[in-house]
């Protein structure tokens, strides 16, 4: 169990373009789910936190118009990248922690590789 | 805000050696888990051990959280443990993981 995935693995887009990156727990419901930033040979850098129904909180340094957050379910949430320009290009990675059992240990998804062009 | 620092930044091991990576961290935490993130980017969930020890097959951790540090065993090592080890924290009154800095493991056959 703990099956967390994300759609799409990675994507091309030209800049200016927004586009929508979607993670799911498959086989829990998520308390809290969170999204992550990796640069190249760099580690993870939390973007923002958010609870379903509830508005995300975002890191500092990190633009809210310019990465919406919406979590619509206690098994999906979204981020939209707005106007996306070349220093957007990153690895985007989702996390979510179980309701059901330990609220605390979080599990991630795939990733998302993004190329603004 | 919490500083989580690992090390090596770098090893590499022959096929079938041991090693031993290290987590320090500068405050208490609630949390801390290990990670592995294979050539593909997929974070591998190794160990939720926010203190005490644990161990998994070929792999085993120890936290001593009094002492703000944890460590990470990997005992008879194989060319697919091969990939970046990420420790994170969950700092006393945060809701969310705070990565270190990682350590990079290379296994040749």
Known sequence: GA???QHPSWVICKSGTSVKIECRSLDFQATTMFWYRQFPKQSLMLMATSNEGSKATYEQGVEKDKFLINHASLT????TVTSAHPEDSSFYICSASRRDTNPYEQYFGPGTRLTVT | ???????????ILQEG????LRC???DSVNNLQWFHQNPW????????????????GRLSATTVATERYSLLYISSS???????????VEHVGANNLFFGTGTRLTVIP
């Open chain 1, 3 to 5: 099956v967390v995935s």
């Open chain 1, 76 to 79: 999906l949430s979204t981020l």
């Open chain 2, 1 to 11: 805000g919490i500083q989580v620092e690992q090390s090596p930044p770098d090893l």
């Open chain 2, 17 to 20: 050696a041991n090693s031993t």
């Open chain 2, 24 to 26: 320090n961290f500068s």
């Open chain 2, 41 to 56: 980017g997929q974070l591998i969930n190794l160990f939720y051990i926010p203190s005490g020890t644990k161990q998994n």
């Open chain 2, 78 to 88: 194989q060319t697919t443990d091969s990939g970046v080890y990420f420790c994170a």
